[in-house]
T-cell receptor, first 111, second 109 residues
Framework: KAGVTQTPRYLIKTRGQQVTLSCSPI?????VSWYQQTPGQGLQFLFE???????NKGNFPGRFSGRQFSNSRSEMNVSTLELGDSALYLC??????????FGPGTRLTVL | GIQVEQSPPDLILQEGANSTLRCNFS?????LQWFHQNPWGQLINLFY???GTKQNGRLSATTVATERYSLLYISSSQTTDSGVYFC???????????FGAGTRLAVHP
């Protein structure tokens, strides 16, 4: 089976812009979770989608949003980018409530 | 919510040495995973181990759920073992993993 894929791998944006990141889960997995990793805050949960529904959300401002499509692919969007949004964004897929498999990540730099 | 603490934060080893990484969690868990983050940032699954003991080559892990800790053992370490090791726990429903701060391991030849 192919692993979790994320696009793009690298992204450079300027403050105030918006960005959309994409995640394709492992075939057959219906749960997709998103995490942000920064040197200061570590790995933090953003949100989780299951069958196109957001089931859980972390403690992030409303500028961070996401969605899941009927084929389980997911996108996350960050609007009005701030310098502090520079981070590695990781998505994970899971078949059920056990092992989560992570993609390679999208490294976002906000200038 | 659940809190996850890892120790030590940093570890330096000579190639061939053994090491033990610890993960403490503050509440009962129904999912405990260990990951190795490679230099490019990807989290590589090592173990899914909410309880019991598992082994995979030179690596093994033990989770004592009743005492709320998990241990990752690395034997005969190699330079390729270098990187950051994370444990992450899930408590309650849905797939919200809570990560520890990680243990940064450096193995020197």
């Amino acid at each position: 089976k192919a692993g979790v894929t994320q696009t793009p791998r690298y992204l450079i944006k300027t403050r105030g812009q918006q960005v959309t990141l994409s995640c394709s889960p492992i075939s057959g997995h219906r749960s997709v979770s998103w995490y942000q990793q920064t040197p200061g805050q570590g790995l933090q949960f953003l949100f989780e989608y299951f069958s196109e529904t957001q089931r859980n959300k972390g403690n992030f401002p409303g500028r961070f949003s996401g969605r899941q499509f009927s084929n389980s692919r997911s996108e996350m969007n960050v609007s009005t980018l701030e310098l502090g949004d520079s981070a590695l964004y990781l998505c994970a897929s899971s078949g059920n409530w056990d092992t989560q498999y992570f993609g390679p990540g999208t490294r976002l730099t906000v200038l | 919510g659940i809190q996850v603490e890892q120790s030590p934060p940093d570890l330096i080893l000579q190639e061939g040495a053994n090491s033990t990484l610890r993960c403490n969690f503050s509440d009962s868990v129904n999912n405990l995973q260990w990951f190795h983050q490679n230099p490019w940032g990807q989290l590589i699954n090592l173990f899914y181990i909410p309880s019991g003991t598992k082994q995979n080559g030179r690596l093994s892990a033990t989770t004592v759920a009743t005492e709320r800790y998990s241990l990752l053992y690395i034997s005969s370490s190699q330079t390729t073992d270098s990187g950051v090791y994370f444990c992450a726990a899930l408590s309650g429903g849905y797939n919200k993993l809570i990560f520890g701060a990680g243990t940064r391991l450096a193995v020197h030849p």
